[in-house]
């Protein structure tokens, strides 16, 4: 343990290095790294030693990142197949949580790397927060975990777990339910946006949306295609990446290129996200599963109402901060309805930016961490 005032604190974030350094070469930037970073950046903002564990990605072994130490676990692409998960993968993380000597490790979503953390925790005697960061995490069935293996060590690192954060109240229930894991509820958080009550716009002309994601089947991006060919009159621009090679795809992109009013960005570096929010009347997710979108917070952040298919807490009907709908003709007459109407769209507006302002800011959340890293260190 480290003589200092406040704990040492250790990210085991192993695709976190994208979002950590900008590297545009790197693939895969999530939710779940850009709010890791967030939070580490915050720390040492506050006087915290942080780290990282990250995948290997040619950096040093000890690189310093913004204030943040970055070491190294292993590179994901040697050792012999079927013997690489244990050695360089489970050896190489647990040297480079060794060398990070830590007080507290946080690991982020289901995985076998956590029920190693919490083994080295355990073994070391230092604390382990694990933190969901999806729905899929507290689900009985483990539909993020690919393999037995993955599913039993997820497990056991859950119930070894000195804190288990949940994004929402649903998470915390489903948890309780499905793992007799108690945990603790912390939202999200992003920067302020900087949008002023008085500096909310009227539907922007020509009537522009926002869609962010990855190309994957539970974001259901072929809905949007079908939003895009039934609303001619609205631009779309597409922020995110896929597998180019898989079919799904493939075909999705096809279904898009014919389109006039679908325009794709491919990965866009976070920092640059803001002005694709501000260009937007709003932001539409069609996804069938989440957790607490990082986007919905970020569009929050700028007045921007959210059009969705799923409703994280029923915090969009709720607080009146966009509107819901379950099918492809919901969405598309919520879309419609949103942008012809004036007073609809500036009450959304004001709803959504003060629904982030009381619930998702740096100032709001980040109290509720540092509670929760001083319990787990008072307790290990």
Known sequence: MT?????????????????????????????????????????????????????????????????????????????????RFFHPQITGLWLAMRRADADIYYQRTSDSDTGVVAAFCRWHRRGFVFAAANDADCMAELPGCSTRRERVLYRYGLRGARCVVAQTAVQQRMLQENFGVESTVVPNFAPNGGALVEEIPAPLSPKRLLWIGRFVPDKRPEMLVEIARLCPEVEFDVVGE?????????????????????????????????????????????????GFPNTFVEAWSRARPVVSS???????????????????????????????????????????????????????????????????????
């Open 3 to 83: 003589s200092s005032d406040v704990p040492s604190i250790c990210f085991v974030a192993l695709r976190a290095y994208a979002a950590l350094s900008g590297r545009p070469d790197l693939p895969h930037i999530g939710g779940a790294e850009v709010q890791q970073v967030l939070i580490a950046k915050e720390l040492v903002r506050r006087g915290y030693t942080v780290s990282f564990v990250t995948e290997d990605h040619g950096q040093a072994d000890g690189t310093l990142v913004n204030g943040v130490r970055v070491f190294v676990a292993y590179n994901a692409r040697k050792g012999i197949p079927r013997l």
């Open 242 to 290: 896929g597998d180019e090679r898989s079919c799904p795809v493939q075909q999705f992109r096809a279904k898009a290129r014919a389109l006039g009013n679908l325009r794709f960005h491919g990965r866009v570096p976070h920092a640059q996200v803001g002005g694709f929010y501000l260009r937007a009347a709003c932001l539409i997710c069609t996804s069938s599963a989440e």
């Open 310 to 380: 799923f409703d994280p807490d029923g915090a969009i009907a709720a607080h009146n901060t966009g509107l819901v709908a379950g099918d492809v003709p919901g969405l598309t007459a919520a879309i419609r309805r949103l942008l012809t109407s004036p007073d609809l769209y500036s009450r959304l507006s004001q709803n959504a930016r003060q629904y982030y302002l009381e619930n998702h800011t740096v100032e709001v959340v980040m109290p509720r961490f540092e509670r929760v890293f001083l319990e787990v260190l008072n307790a290990s």
